[in-house]
């Protein structure tokens, strides 16, 4: 005996055994994302207010791989759209820019990583803060592109009315030097869990390509065969694809911009 | 698959395409409008929160009811969704407020 | 192009002959390690969680003696362990630190490894499909891949005693700092482990749920599905829910580890006098919070399943149906949904005001309304039954009280006031242990004695079977009601000593000392314990000789049960019906009026 309602949908609840799949493994990622959510909630009602960063990350950035995501959202639909047109060839198109889109996505998201992990935060013997991004650094002296601070508090909110966005090149002793930490997770808790929502985001961004690059390659031999059970499985890696597009909407206002 | 494409044949499911082309250009506009809208000042930073959220509440909607079809989805998918968001808010809510509601004394000797 | 479609397909005529043919085909790899058949599967999960549960029992008899004969050599197994463990396990006698990963690990096993795959993934995925008429789970691979990922959790579990430093040592519950700032990796591998098993789970809980909802046969209706699979399914939707934030915070809790990051770490923490290099700005609590928000579902993820087990065994020996089926599946919505909602009735201590803590000590007292009702219907079935004694029977009857008794014991730790006394002491231990082990392990043994000649076609023995019960039913009593009076005397939980340091022998002079009478009861339980371990090796040997050597069932369906996996051929064949039977009437039609016989199977037309 055969598992029924693989393609078919069931009468009563007027759904295919996939979809209800997906929906429930969808309803468990929002309990998963709701959970890290309200961990950042609580880690920055916990903090003081002068001391929760503002302005750590770069919008222009931000925003350009919002809209990447944004555009793969509807290069997804419109795939699945092509294959209940029967287009299979612009079925393939569609998703191939869906798939480098994605790339994109992981690639500026790297970039952003490196940024962070290239600025430093150096507090010196003479109570003194510099604090930039490394440009070399010798068995002596470290050399950084970035300014001087006294207080610590000014280097947090980057988005303020007078912020000063000055930078220069510092050329410092290793011997002035007391402690000297990089932008990483371990800075900060906003950074944590910076890193660990975009990470977390990032490796479900990579799953779902790696799915979708799945079906657009080898997967495509189903349309020739079942083109109705291909075009659900299009539609259940979309239904998955439009969430980690929607997980995005909410990170990058929370994350860049407030 | 759903009962209201079921039946169509692809020149008529061409109107759908129209419909997610509105709603991809909503979207980009609600990017550029959260970006904007985080620079005003609006003296209370409250206020700013509020304004990005409800703008992510509306592109995720978007998102949601035309490009993952909750929009004509089945009573079952919106019955396990349901539960899922009030258990997700009970999560956050609950454990905030867990924190905020503290003993009225403390000792300080 | 062909779909599936519920009409007869053309291989399957026979099914004995499809079933050894398809094995032919498959080869003994496909069949028997990486199946997607859930009766192996099934299977599979029933003899790992099994060893596990062997296992954890055996670290418990190991504290039970550290506990009773503080830092003595524990007898017999003492060398054993100097030479597999080193140094913690010096002269044979267990140090401190290797009490608290026993301890740990214990529960950890207990729960995740034994119990909630044996509850959940051997009798659900053996089950479910048959009782509702499916040919098998609707997503088999999803289905083998979640074994797999159990397996590979319970073996990073297991490896991790073995490694420099041993296992996780800061309790099932894992709270930070301390489980962030012990040096060794032991709690490494329990996070990592715990994001494998977290996996396994959801992916199980995906598949039971969209069984449940999309291949019952036709006439499966809802209200006409035995309560086994409604018990089931509410799990499913506990797991699905619960898991992930748990999930989140262990990957947070691997990131302070492993990547130096304070989410639970606080500013100015100092770790023996010396200030942390920390970010600080975390908080201890949000583990706290979100770990029991899976922890208490968690709990009724033990327990469901075992209702569910209960119900399908008081039924069928009684030969009536079950009283209050209705009652029974909304009830068992109830405790489903309000189970998210009680979670921090862990954490009445930890300095939450009396609003939020009214709150949940509110839904806590909530929740044991339908715990209540269900155990209410579950008695009052038994009224003017005619009651079989079988073994399985036996195990059941048993489960009531003892089940009564640990729900009842935690009525005071929901009320935030006795709670303060009773928080973290020996009380709360016998409190959920009353639950899980005369409670669900009772259901489990009782399962194994029912559902073994579906599986195998013999019949376990029913000698050794009443040994085993009467064994086993007054030792856990002996072992766990003790502790009732040692948690009100104040003896906390988790001391490697045994509550020693704070006897009055040791201070005389100090108020609230443990009394001599309390330490004593030690004795009496080390012995009941090990008392309890020698009763179940008549069990074991029964368990596997009865596969080969045990009486034959006689037919498929031995116990003459109305629910559809006793409508299959022993041990049904891949794809379980050879069409999808077609259900006319309800689970229980025990002692119909006007029926020739005491029971109706559901697919019985008249």
New interface residues.
Partial sequence: MDIPYTVQPRPDTGLYNAKVGVWLFLASEVMLFGALFSAYILLRVGSAEALWPHGWLNIPIGTVNTLVLITSSITTVMAWASCKMNQFGRFKFFHACTILLALTFVCIKSYEYHDKFTHYEITLTDGRIADGHLVSQEADRVVIHGRFVTDRKELFDLRAAGASHAREEISLERAQIKTMENYGPWHHTYLAIYFTLTGLHALHVLGGALVIGFLWGPGSKLWRRDPERFTNRVEISGLFWHFVDLVWIFLFPVLYLL | MKSEHASETPEQFARHVRRYLFVFYALLFGTLVTVGASYIPFGNREVNIGVALLIAVSKASLVACYFMHLMSERKMIYGILAFTGIFALGLMCLTIASFSDLPRFTVTH | ?H????T??PS?AHPHSHSSHDEEALGFWRSYIFSTDHKVIGVQYGLTSLSFLLFGFFLMVIMRWQIAHPNQPVPVVGPLLERVLGSVASRGAISSDLYNSFGAMHGTIMVFLAIVPLAFGAFGNYLVPLQIG???M???R?NMASYQFYVVGGLIMFVSFFIPGGAAQAGWTSYPPLSVIIQTDGQVFWLVGMIFLITSS?LG???F??TV???RAPGMTWMRLPFFVWAQFVTG?LL??????L???G??QL?DKV?????FLPTGLAVEGVAGH??????P??WQ??FW?LAHPEVYVLILPAMGIVAEIIANNTRKPLWGYRSLVYAALSIG?LS??VW?HH?YMT??????ST??QTTTMLISIPSVIILTCLLVSLWGGSIRFNTPMLFVMAFLPMFGLGGLTGLPLGLSYADLHLHDTYYVIAHFHYIVAPGTIFAIFAGLYYWYPKVTGRMMNEFWGKVHFWGSFIFMNLIFQPMFAQGMAGMLRRMADGGANYSQARTPEAIGGLAPVILSLHTYILWAAVGLGLVQVPFIINFFWSIRHGRSAGSDNPWQSTTLEWQTPTPPPH??????PTVFRGPYEYSAPGHATDFTPQNQPN
């Fill in positions: 192009m779909t599936a479609t519920p007869a397909s399957s499916a040919p098998d609707a997503f088999p999803i959801l809980a995906v598949n749920i969209a909802i999309q291949l939707f699905l829910l619960a898991f992930p934030p999930e989140a915070a990957v947070m990131m990547a130096h990051t304070s989410f920390v970010s600080g700005g975390g908080s609590l949000l919070h979100l928000f949904f998210f909602i921090a954490m300095g939450m005001g009396t609003k939020i709150f949940f794809g379980n019906f050879a069409h999808p």
